[in-house]
Protein backbone atom coordinates (compact mmCIF):
# COMPACT_ATOMS: atom_id res chain seq x y z
CA UNK A 1 0.00 0.00 0.00
CA UNK A 2 1.25 3.80 -0.50
CA UNK A 3 -0.95 4.87 2.63
CA UNK A 4 2.37 5.73 4.76
CA UNK A 5 2.06 4.29 8.59
CA UNK A 6 1.95 7.27 11.65
CA UNK A 7 3.72 5.62 14.60
CA UNK A 8 1.95 6.27 17.95
CA UNK A 9 2.99 7.00 21.24
CA UNK A 10 2.30 3.34 22.54
CA UNK A 11 4.90 1.48 20.12
CA UNK A 12 1.54 0.76 17.43
CA UNK A 13 1.35 2.76 14.15
CA UNK A 14 -1.91 3.14 11.92
CA UNK A 15 -2.40 4.35 8.53
CA UNK A 16 -2.30 7.72 8.00
CA UNK A 17 -5.55 7.90 5.64
CA UNK A 18 -8.18 5.63 5.75
CA UNK A 19 -12.33 4.97 4.85
CA UNK A 20 -14.90 6.79 7.03
CA UNK A 21 -18.29 5.70 7.53
CA UNK A 22 -20.72 7.74 9.21
CA UNK A 23 -24.17 8.54 7.55
CA UNK A 24 -22.96 5.18 5.83
CA UNK A 25 -26.43 3.21 5.72
CA UNK A 26 -26.47 -0.09 7.36
CA UNK A 27 -28.03 -2.22 4.46
CA UNK A 28 -25.64 -0.63 2.23
CA UNK A 29 -22.33 -0.60 4.82
CA UNK A 30 -21.57 -3.96 3.52
CA UNK A 31 -21.18 -3.24 0.25
CA UNK A 32 -20.08 -0.06 0.41
CA UNK A 33 -17.05 -1.11 2.70
CA UNK A 34 -16.60 -4.42 -0.14
CA UNK A 35 -15.76 -1.04 -2.29
CA UNK A 36 -13.28 0.59 -0.11
CA UNK A 37 -11.25 -2.56 0.53
CA UNK A 38 -11.35 -3.10 -2.97
CA UNK A 39 -9.85 -0.03 -4.24
CA UNK A 40 -7.54 -0.13 -1.37
CA UNK A 41 -7.93 0.78 1.83
CA UNK A 42 -7.30 -0.83 4.78
CA UNK A 43 -8.42 1.27 7.76
CA UNK A 44 -11.67 1.92 8.46
CA UNK A 45 -13.19 4.06 11.14
CA UNK A 46 -17.09 3.13 12.34
CA UNK A 47 -18.30 3.43 15.34
CA UNK A 48 -21.59 2.27 18.00
CA UNK A 49 -23.69 4.78 17.30
CA UNK A 50 -23.61 5.01 13.52
CA UNK A 51 -25.64 1.43 13.67
CA UNK A 52 -23.46 -0.76 11.00
CA UNK A 53 -20.23 -2.21 12.91
CA UNK A 54 -21.89 -5.51 11.34
CA UNK A 55 -21.97 -4.26 7.99
CA UNK A 56 -18.30 -3.34 8.58
CA UNK A 57 -17.58 -6.75 10.30
CA UNK A 58 -19.13 -9.00 7.02
CA UNK A 59 -17.28 -6.95 4.60
CA UNK A 60 -14.15 -7.84 6.46
CA UNK A 61 -14.84 -11.55 6.56
CA UNK A 62 -15.86 -11.71 3.09
CA UNK A 63 -12.47 -9.84 1.83
CA UNK A 64 -10.43 -12.64 3.06
CA UNK A 65 -7.59 -10.07 3.88
CA UNK A 66 -5.27 -10.98 6.49
CA UNK A 67 -6.12 -9.49 9.68
CA UNK A 68 -2.98 -8.11 11.01
CA UNK A 69 -2.92 -5.46 7.42
CA UNK A 70 -6.28 -4.12 8.73
CA UNK A 71 -6.98 -1.29 11.25
CA UNK A 72 -10.22 -1.04 12.76
CA UNK A 73 -11.90 1.66 14.81
CA UNK A 74 -15.03 2.34 16.77
CA UNK A 75 -16.01 4.25 19.75
CA UNK A 76 -17.74 3.66 23.01
CA UNK A 77 -20.88 6.06 23.04
CA UNK A 78 -21.90 8.26 25.40
CA UNK A 79 -25.02 6.02 27.03
CA UNK A 80 -21.99 3.74 27.98
CA UNK A 81 -19.69 5.52 30.08
CA UNK A 82 -18.70 3.99 33.39
CA UNK A 83 -16.91 1.06 34.34
CA UNK A 84 -18.93 -2.22 33.60
CA UNK A 85 -20.97 -0.81 30.70
CA UNK A 86 -17.17 0.13 28.91
CA UNK A 87 -16.56 -3.62 29.42
CA UNK A 88 -19.73 -4.74 27.87
CA UNK A 89 -20.16 -2.27 25.27
CA UNK A 90 -16.81 -2.97 24.14
CA UNK A 91 -17.68 -6.99 23.81
CA UNK A 92 -20.66 -6.16 21.70
CA UNK A 93 -19.00 -3.78 19.82
CA UNK A 94 -16.09 -6.68 19.12
CA UNK A 95 -19.01 -9.04 18.73
CA UNK A 96 -20.85 -6.85 15.85
CA UNK A 97 -18.02 -6.87 14.46
CA UNK A 98 -16.65 -10.44 14.19
CA UNK A 99 -13.23 -9.37 15.36
CA UNK A 100 -10.92 -11.13 18.14
CA UNK A 101 -9.11 -8.11 18.63
CA UNK A 102 -9.57 -4.28 18.24
CA UNK A 103 -6.77 -2.31 16.57
CA UNK A 104 -7.91 1.40 18.07
CA UNK A 105 -11.48 2.56 20.57
CA UNK A 106 -12.29 5.32 20.83
CA UNK A 107 -14.79 7.91 23.58
CA UNK A 108 -16.86 8.81 20.98
CA UNK A 109 -17.78 12.42 22.72
CA UNK A 110 -16.50 13.72 26.59
CA UNK A 111 -19.81 14.30 27.44
CA UNK A 112 -18.41 16.87 30.33
CA UNK A 113 -22.46 17.00 31.91
CA UNK A 114 -22.13 12.94 32.98
CA UNK A 115 -18.84 14.08 34.59
CA UNK A 116 -17.59 9.95 33.77
CA UNK A 117 -14.85 10.70 31.51
CA UNK A 118 -11.91 10.13 33.72
CA UNK A 119 -13.65 6.78 35.21
CA UNK A 120 -14.51 5.83 31.38
CA UNK A 121 -10.85 6.28 30.65
CA UNK A 122 -9.72 4.22 33.52
CA UNK A 123 -11.75 1.52 32.08
CA UNK A 124 -10.22 1.65 28.85
CA UNK A 125 -6.48 1.41 30.57
CA UNK A 126 -8.03 -2.36 31.93
CA UNK A 127 -9.13 -3.81 28.33
CA UNK A 128 -6.16 -2.05 27.04
CA UNK A 129 -4.51 -4.28 29.62
CA UNK A 130 -6.03 -7.76 27.94
CA UNK A 131 -4.95 -7.22 24.75
CA UNK A 132 -8.24 -7.33 23.18
CA UNK A 133 -8.00 -3.63 22.04
CA UNK A 134 -4.10 -2.70 21.03
CA UNK A 135 -4.58 0.72 21.18
CA UNK A 136 -7.06 3.19 23.07
CA UNK A 137 -8.01 6.78 22.59
CA UNK A 138 -10.08 9.90 22.39
CA UNK A 139 -12.27 12.00 20.11
CA UNK A 140 -13.68 15.10 20.62
CA UNK A 141 -11.85 15.81 23.74
CA UNK A 142 -10.88 19.97 23.87
CA UNK A 143 -7.26 20.47 25.38
CA UNK A 144 -9.25 21.25 29.07
CA UNK A 145 -10.65 17.53 28.85
CA UNK A 146 -7.30 16.13 27.72
CA UNK A 147 -5.62 18.41 30.34
CA UNK A 148 -7.67 16.77 32.97
CA UNK A 149 -7.12 12.99 31.59
CA UNK A 150 -3.38 13.62 31.61
CA UNK A 151 -3.82 14.36 35.08
CA UNK A 152 -5.77 11.72 36.81
CA UNK A 153 -4.64 8.90 34.75
CA UNK A 154 -1.75 6.98 33.39
CA UNK A 155 -2.47 6.13 30.23
CA UNK A 156 -1.70 9.26 27.45
CA UNK A 157 -4.28 8.83 24.53
CA UNK A 158 -2.67 7.73 21.31
CA UNK A 159 -5.78 10.08 19.33
CA UNK A 160 -7.69 12.41 19.75
CA UNK A 161 -10.45 12.57 16.90
CA UNK A 162 -11.78 16.01 16.27
CA UNK A 163 -13.26 17.86 13.93
CA UNK A 164 -10.64 19.37 11.60
CA UNK A 165 -11.16 21.08 8.66
CA UNK A 166 -9.70 24.39 6.81
CA UNK A 167 -12.36 26.75 8.38
CA UNK A 168 -11.93 24.53 11.91
CA UNK A 169 -7.99 23.84 12.76
CA UNK A 170 -8.89 24.09 16.79
CA UNK A 171 -5.17 25.13 17.38
CA UNK A 172 -5.26 25.41 20.70
CA UNK A 173 -6.21 21.26 21.18
CA UNK A 174 -3.95 20.50 18.28
CA UNK A 175 -0.78 22.27 20.15
CA UNK A 176 -1.44 20.58 23.33
CA UNK A 177 -1.92 17.12 21.44
CA UNK A 178 1.95 17.75 19.54
CA UNK A 179 3.13 18.70 23.31
CA UNK A 180 1.97 15.27 24.79
CA UNK A 181 2.50 12.93 21.76
CA UNK A 182 -1.17 12.44 21.01
CA UNK A 183 -2.12 12.36 17.05
CA UNK A 184 -4.77 14.42 15.54
CA UNK A 185 -7.24 12.52 13.95
CA UNK A 186 -9.26 14.80 11.23
CA UNK A 187 -13.00 14.24 11.25
CA UNK A 188 -15.51 16.00 8.65
CA UNK A 189 -11.94 16.44 7.04
CA UNK A 190 -13.81 17.67 3.94
CA UNK A 191 -15.94 20.08 5.63
CA UNK A 192 -19.04 17.48 5.39
CA UNK A 193 -19.89 19.12 2.47
CA UNK A 194 -21.18 21.67 4.70
CA UNK A 195 -19.89 24.77 3.20
CA UNK A 196 -18.12 25.78 -0.10
CA UNK A 197 -14.25 24.40 0.33
CA UNK A 198 -14.36 22.76 -3.10
CA UNK A 199 -14.50 26.39 -4.72
CA UNK A 200 -12.24 28.28 -2.87
CA UNK A 201 -8.93 30.00 -5.03
CA UNK A 202 -6.95 28.98 -2.31
CA UNK A 203 -7.68 25.05 -3.03
CA UNK A 204 -9.00 25.41 -6.86
CA UNK A 205 -5.51 26.86 -7.98
CA UNK A 206 -3.71 24.14 -5.86
CA UNK A 207 -5.87 21.73 -7.89
CA UNK A 208 -5.53 23.33 -10.99
CA UNK A 209 -1.43 23.56 -10.83
CA UNK A 210 -1.08 19.97 -9.86
CA UNK A 211 -3.72 18.43 -12.01
CA UNK A 212 -5.75 17.11 -9.44
CA UNK A 213 -9.45 17.74 -8.00
CA UNK A 214 -9.99 20.22 -5.01
CA UNK A 215 -10.80 17.00 -2.70
CA UNK A 216 -7.82 15.74 -3.09
CA UNK A 217 -6.34 19.01 -2.63
CA UNK A 218 -7.70 18.95 0.92
CA UNK A 219 -6.53 15.08 1.93
CA UNK A 220 -3.08 16.50 0.93
CA UNK A 221 -3.42 19.38 3.32
CA UNK A 222 -4.39 17.22 5.98
CA UNK A 223 -1.59 14.78 5.15
CA UNK A 224 0.96 17.39 5.08
CA UNK A 225 0.08 18.92 8.17
CA UNK A 226 0.60 15.47 9.53
CA UNK A 227 -3.03 14.26 10.70
CA UNK A 228 -5.12 11.15 10.34
CA UNK A 229 -7.84 11.20 8.11
CA UNK A 230 -10.88 9.23 6.65
CA UNK A 231 -13.05 10.76 4.45
CA UNK A 232 -16.48 9.28 3.72
CA UNK A 233 -18.59 8.80 0.52
CA UNK A 234 -21.21 6.13 -0.78
CA UNK A 235 -19.36 6.01 -4.23
CA UNK A 236 -16.74 3.70 -5.53
CA UNK A 237 -15.34 6.97 -8.17
CA UNK A 238 -14.98 8.92 -5.34
CA UNK A 239 -13.46 6.52 -3.47
CA UNK A 240 -10.70 5.85 -5.83
CA UNK A 241 -9.85 9.38 -5.81
CA UNK A 242 -9.89 10.01 -2.28
CA UNK A 243 -6.56 7.70 -1.83
CA UNK A 244 -4.92 8.82 -5.05
CA UNK A 245 -2.92 10.94 -3.61
CA UNK A 246 0.35 9.83 -3.29
CA UNK A 247 1.48 11.14 -6.89
CA UNK A 248 2.31 14.84 -5.92
CA UNK A 249 3.04 17.25 -2.63
CA UNK A 250 2.11 20.84 -2.07
CA UNK A 251 4.35 23.16 -1.85
CA UNK A 252 4.89 25.09 1.51
CA UNK A 253 3.15 28.49 -0.04
CA UNK A 254 0.24 26.05 -1.12
CA UNK A 255 -0.36 24.69 2.47
CA UNK A 256 0.00 27.93 4.10
CA UNK A 257 -2.62 29.01 1.92
CA UNK A 258 -5.32 26.79 2.92
CA UNK A 259 -4.11 26.59 6.72
CA UNK A 260 -5.13 30.88 6.37
CA UNK A 261 -8.82 29.78 5.40
CA UNK A 262 -9.07 29.32 9.46
CA UNK A 263 -12.28 31.31 10.55
CA UNK A 264 -13.80 29.42 13.58
CA UNK A 265 -16.42 27.18 11.58
CA UNK A 266 -17.49 24.52 13.00
CA UNK A 267 -20.14 22.55 11.38
CA UNK A 268 -21.04 20.37 14.13
CA UNK A 269 -21.98 19.98 17.78
CA UNK A 270 -19.09 22.00 20.50
CA UNK A 271 -17.92 19.16 22.68
CA UNK A 272 -18.65 20.91 25.85
CA UNK A 273 -22.63 20.97 25.18
CA UNK A 274 -23.01 17.61 23.43
CA UNK A 275 -24.55 15.07 25.71
P1 LIG B 1 -16.26 14.30 5.27
O1 LIG B 1 -15.66 15.62 5.52
O2 LIG B 1 -15.40 13.11 4.98
O3 LIG B 1 -17.29 14.55 4.09
C1 LIG B 1 -17.98 13.49 3.49
C2 LIG B 1 -18.78 14.06 2.32
O4 LIG B 1 -17.89 14.71 1.41
C3 LIG B 1 -19.39 12.93 1.50
O5 LIG B 1 -20.68 12.62 1.99
C4 LIG B 1 -19.44 13.50 0.12
O6 LIG B 1 -20.63 14.23 -0.06
C5 LIG B 1 -18.28 14.47 0.09
N1 LIG B 1 -17.13 13.90 -0.68
C6 LIG B 1 -16.32 12.87 -0.33
N2 LIG B 1 -15.37 12.67 -1.25
C7 LIG B 1 -15.56 13.61 -2.21
C8 LIG B 1 -14.90 13.93 -3.41
N3 LIG B 1 -13.84 13.24 -3.81
N4 LIG B 1 -15.38 14.95 -4.16
C9 LIG B 1 -16.46 15.65 -3.74
N5 LIG B 1 -17.14 15.40 -2.61
C10 LIG B 1 -16.70 14.39 -1.85
O7 LIG B 1 -17.25 14.01 6.49
P2 LIG B 1 -17.50 12.83 7.50
O8 LIG B 1 -17.94 11.59 6.80
O9 LIG B 1 -18.41 13.38 8.53
O10 LIG B 1 -16.06 12.59 8.17
C11 LIG B 1 -15.22 11.48 7.85
C12 LIG B 1 -15.28 10.43 8.93
O11 LIG B 1 -14.94 10.97 10.20
C13 LIG B 1 -16.67 9.85 9.17
O12 LIG B 1 -17.11 8.99 8.16
C14 LIG B 1 -16.47 9.21 10.50
O13 LIG B 1 -15.75 7.99 10.36
C15 LIG B 1 -15.62 10.25 11.22
N6 LIG B 1 -16.43 11.17 12.04
C16 LIG B 1 -16.25 11.16 13.39
C17 LIG B 1 -16.99 11.99 14.21
C18 LIG B 1 -16.75 11.98 15.68
O14 LIG B 1 -17.53 12.57 16.42
N7 LIG B 1 -15.72 11.33 16.15
C19 LIG B 1 -17.94 12.86 13.67
C20 LIG B 1 -18.11 12.87 12.29
C21 LIG B 1 -17.35 12.03 11.49
Redesign the pocket.
Known sequence: SLVPRVQLNDGQSIPQLGF????VDPDETQRIVRDALEVGYRHI???RIYGNEEGVGRAIAESGIPREELYITT?LWNDDQGTQSVLDAFDRSLERLGLEYLDLY?I??PTPARDRYVETWKAFEQLRETGRVRSIGV??FLRHHLERLLDETDVVPVVD?I?L?PAHQQPETTTFADEHGIRIEA???????KYPL?ELPEVTEAASAHGK?P?QVVIRWHLQRGHIL?????RRE?MA??LDVFDFELTEAEVDAITGLEREGRV?AHPDEFN
Open positions: GVFKDTAKLHWSNQEHWGPLGQGFTAFPKSNRENS
